[in-house]
């Protein structure tokens, strides 16, 4: 049976806690997974630079479960603490299809949802060129790079709405 991804609003910043509490109070779910893609960035703080884990989108879970079965969850979704709402809205709950399926089926991918550095290098004309990572075949969505902090900002487009997220990526030179 095909799987449906579903997009769901909780409380920003309980993420995690949300998705433990749904799996402590509804484990009898098996056939329901829940996502709260992450990307690992480097952070410097009084000189000190250490690798965090941080949310892709904020507030937002992706629910992957099978083809029409979001009816008989839904229920159980509204009464964990900390549910907002899902996207489009409550009461037109729809799964992720075209570009944005595409888009999250592609960080959901990832061990453990977590995105690592892409490896780039700056070619010549001094435009980036992904060789590895998250980022390749996405040069395109690259609005911004910070080579300082290490860090390349692309433009997302989902639910029909402009999200920039910083991405980690690591320069190599080309020879």
């Known amino acids: 049976m095909d799987r449906e991804i579903y997009a769901a609003q909780v409380l920003t910043g309980r993420e995690d806690k949300y998705i433990n509490s749904f799996r402590r109070l509804r484990g009898d779910f098996d056939n329901v ?44 979704f509204r009464e964990t603490e900390g549910f907002l709402r899902f996207l489009k809205a409550n009461n037109n709950i729809t799964p992720l299809k075209g570009r944005d399926k595409e888009l999250i089926q592609k960080f959901i991918n990832f061990p453990n949802a977590t995105i690592e550095n892409s490896i780039v290098y700056f070619n010549e004309k001094d435009r980036i060129e992904v060789i590895s990572g998250v980022l390749k075949g996405m040069e395109g969505d690259i609005s911004s790079v910070n080579r300082r902090k290490g860090r390349a900002r692309i433009s997302l487009k989902l639910f029909n709405e402009n999200v920039y997220v910083d991405f980690s990526i690591k320069e190599i030179k080309h020879i």
């Open 33 to 76: 997974e829940i996502y709260y893609p992450k990307r690992e960035l480097e952070e410097r703080k009084r000189g000190e630079t250490r690798r965090v884990k941080k949310g892709i989108f904020s507030g937002y879970l992706f629910i992957k479960i099978p083809e029409g079965d979001i009816k008989n969850y839904q229920q159980a």
